[in-house]
T-cell receptor, first 119, second 116 residues
Framework: GAVVSQHPSRVICKSGTSVKIECRSL??????MFWYRQFPKQSLMLMAT?????????EQGVEKDKFLINHASLTLSTLTVTSAHPEDSSFYIC???????????????FGNGTRLTVT | AQTVTQSQPEMSVQEAETVTLSCTYD???????LFWYKQPPSRQMILVIR??????QNATENRFSVNFQKAAKSFSLKISDSQLGDAAMYFC?????????????FGTGTRLQVTL
């Protein structure tokens, strides 16, 4: 089945620094990737949708200058948390769908997530 | 906007018994898809079962089945013969028609405990 790899799985950074999270589709072309954020014991909240080669579409309330998303190729999307603060600490998870998974009844494929801790 | 509601924050079931998790949703669309995802402590999102709204027949995957009531906008998950490995967070999710490109809206989740 389709596999999505997310890296790193855990990262600890100091306040004020930037952190990049990668999401890769390993065996399919991911034309669309989604970035979610999950607080402890809460649901997944969609942050943004990225389509290969175009600017990401951010959900209301998500700062686009804070969470930079790049989807430059059909197999890679990155989320950069800029000038991280402790309140950015969270679990970030990506998902992907592609040209060979156009039918919605083929489920999204999720990465394993990244636990970000900002000290 | 579509919303998904899971009214049971926590549920408990004894091993080998049956449990039903509730989910309701709100939408103005007629064509859509519904999913149940399982999230164990590893945080991996695992697809449990999916239902296409145009299908009247309830989806079934081994021990997992759904009760899809389109008019009532209800989509409950039944787990039969519960196993210890079923313990996890369960999320109900909604996806609109193909034009929304697989954008999922999740419910708040139900934590399922399985006891001996």
């Amino acid at each position: 089945g389709a596999v999505v790899s997310q890296h790193p799985s855990r990262v600890i950074c100091k306040s004020g620094t930037s952190v990049k999270i990668e999401c890769r589709s390993l065996d399919f072309q991911a034309t669309t990737m989604f970035w979610y954020r999950q607080f402890p014991k809460q649901s997944l909240m969609l942050m943004a949708t990225s389509n290969e080669g175009s600017k990401a579409t951010y959900e209301q309330g998500v700062e686009k200058d804070k969470f930079l998303i790049n989807h430059a190729s059909l197999t890679l999307s990155t989320l950069t948390v800029t000038s991280a603060h402790p309140e950015d600490s969270s679990f970030y998870i990506c998902s992907a769908t592609g040209t060979d998974l156009l039918r919605v009844n083929s489920p999204l494929h999720f990465g394993n997530g990244t636990r970000l801790t900002v000290t | 906007a579509q919303t998904v509601t899971q009214s049971q924050p926590e549920m408990s079931v004894q091993e080998a018994e049956t449990v039903t998790l509730s989910c309701t949703y709100d939408t103005s669309e007629s064509d859509y898809y519904l999913f149940w995802y399982k999230q164990p402590p590893s945080r991996q999102m695992i697809l449990v079962i999916r239902q296409e709204a145009y299908k009247q027949q309830n989806a079934t995957e081994n021990r997992f089945s759904v009760n899809f009531q389109k008019a009532a906008k209800s989509f409950s998950l039944k787990i039969s013969d519960s196993q210890l490995g079923d313990a996890a967070m369960y999320f109900c999710a909604y996806c609109g028609s193909a034009g929304t490109a697989s954008k999922l809206t999740f419910g708040t989740g139900t934590r399922l405990q399985v006891t001996l």
